[in-house]
């Protein structure tokens, strides 16, 4: 069989609830990735809190980070990285829309740094993984270049009308989508940037034909990889959006969904 790429979105996709890699599909992607197969993780996590997933299942591949602001190769320096960063002057405009809106924090990350607008203990526990620098302040005073993303906190009655003022004032700048569970966050990248579009360019730098891409996703930000993709699969714990657009569903993340799907399209019989 011609070799494949198969991408993985890690939270709700790969990760069970408690944010494990489930043994059976473990088994079924590493007997895919010996049989010559291509593995990437495809995540709105930055680099930091999902290297530790990249090392579990012994990747040898780019990794997709932010929604695909950041794309780069943990061991190829061949690779061309992308970093795609939020314009200075549109950032400085959106940290000054707090005081016009309800909002209760913005965090900006440059890469695996961190830097938050308010203190917040909460905030710190879900940021802190892989033990980032984490300072707080004025943003624009304190970022040292262009955020790789925003994220905006706000109570979840106001995050409605904050995507209407985002899309309604910045909609030639950026992206913007809302977090699932826990935190009530919109998540703001540059404007284009998509993980379809970050898939896209992993997949010309391995070499693999379009037609062999098989993506896994659960939330709104894989909608542009689960239709890019030649067999786009939602999880059957995805939202239902998500499903309407794939080419097929599988079980859930918590029912080895990923290493059931893989193991009936490849005939593995494991």
């Not at 794309?71 to 320096?77: F, K, R």
């Not at 939020?86 to 695996?112: H, Q």
């Not at 391995?206 to 896994?216: E, G, P, T, V």
């Amino acid at each position: 069989m011609d070799k494949h790429l198969i991408c993985l979105d890690l939270d709700g996709t790969l990760l069970t609830d408690e944010k494990k890699i489930p043994t059976y599909t473990k088994r079924v992607l590493q007997y895919l990735k010996k049989s010559g197969h291509e593995i990437i993780i495809s995540t709105g996590r930055p680099y930091r809190a999902s290297i530790d997933y990249y090392n579990a299942m012994q990747m040898n591949t780019p990794i997709i980070n932010f929604n695909g602001a950041l794309i780069h190769h943990p061991h190829d320096n061949r690779f061309e990285p992308v970093h795609e960063q939020l314009d200075a002057r549109i950032a400085t405009k959106i940290f000054n829309d707090v005081s016009k809106l309800n909002i209760k924090n913005i965090i900006a990350e440059v890469r695996d740094q961190v830097y938050i607008n308010n203190y917040d203990q909460t905030l710190f526990e879900g940021f802190s993984m892989g033990d980032p620098e984490i300072k707080y302040g004025e943003l624009d005073k304190l970022l040292p270049e262009s955020p790789t993303s925003l994220l905006i906190q706000a109570e979840d009655d106001e995050i409605p009308r904050i995507k209407r003022h985002l899309s309604k004032y910045y909609a030639e700048h950026i992206e913007h989508r809302r977090w699932g569970a826990p935190f009530p966050v919109i998540e703001i990248v540059k404007k284009g940037i998509n993980k379809g579009k970050a898939v896209k360019y992993v997949a010309e730098y391995l070499d693999i034909d379009f037609d062999n891409i098989i993506a896994f996703g659960d939330e709104d930000n894989d909608y542009e990889m689960i239709q890019f993709a030649n067999y786009g699969v939602a999880m059957g714990n995805a939202i239902p959006e998500l499903k309407e657009i794939a080419n097929d569903v599988t079980d859930t993340n918590n029912a080895d969904g990923i290493g059931k799907y893989l193991n009936n399209y490849f005939d593995l019989n494991m």
